[in-house]
């Protein structure tokens, strides 16, 4: 019923920039939080940012000041923007969403594919 497709992902060197994309597609009444997480190799999946409807925004220390995450209410859309990438934030990039599918149903948890991103040193 929700499809989230992320893009932007790639190869990239060290001090370089990319952007991640994430559309969200389907029964949406309301998207309440979208945030990005990523999973490196041999290790957990761990957050690195959010933004609610009212636009605040969350962020791991580890990306804090290097990432921005921003979001299209209209196009239901979140992206992240990435500067000064380091070797460490190479990893898969997961989008996910936390939305209403109706006005009278309960909150639900979605993910997209995910995107590799590597940062070459």
């Known amino acids: 019923q929700v499809q989230l497709v992320e893009s932007g992902g790639g190869l990239v060197q060290a001090g370089g920039s990319l952007r991640l994309s994430c559309a969200a597609s389907?029964?949406?009444?309301?998207?309440?939080?979208m945030g990005w997480y990523r999973q490196a190799p041999g290790k957990e999946r761990e957050w690195v940012a959010g933004i609610r409807s009212a636009s605040s925004t969350d962020y791991a220390d580890s990306v804090k000041g290097r990432f921005t995450i921003s979001r299209d209410n209209a196009k239901n859309t979140v992206y992240l923007q990435m500067n000064s990438l380091k070797p460490e934030d190479t990893a898969v990039y997961y989008c996910?969403?936390?939305?209403?599918?109706?006005?009278?149903?309960?909150?639900?948890?979605?993910w997209g594919q995910g995107t590799q991103v590597t940062v070459s040193s």
């Open positions: 996910n969403a936390r939305l209403l599918n109706s006005a009278y149903d309960l909150e639900t948890y979605h």
């Open positions: 389907g029964r949406i009444f309301s998207i309440n939080y």
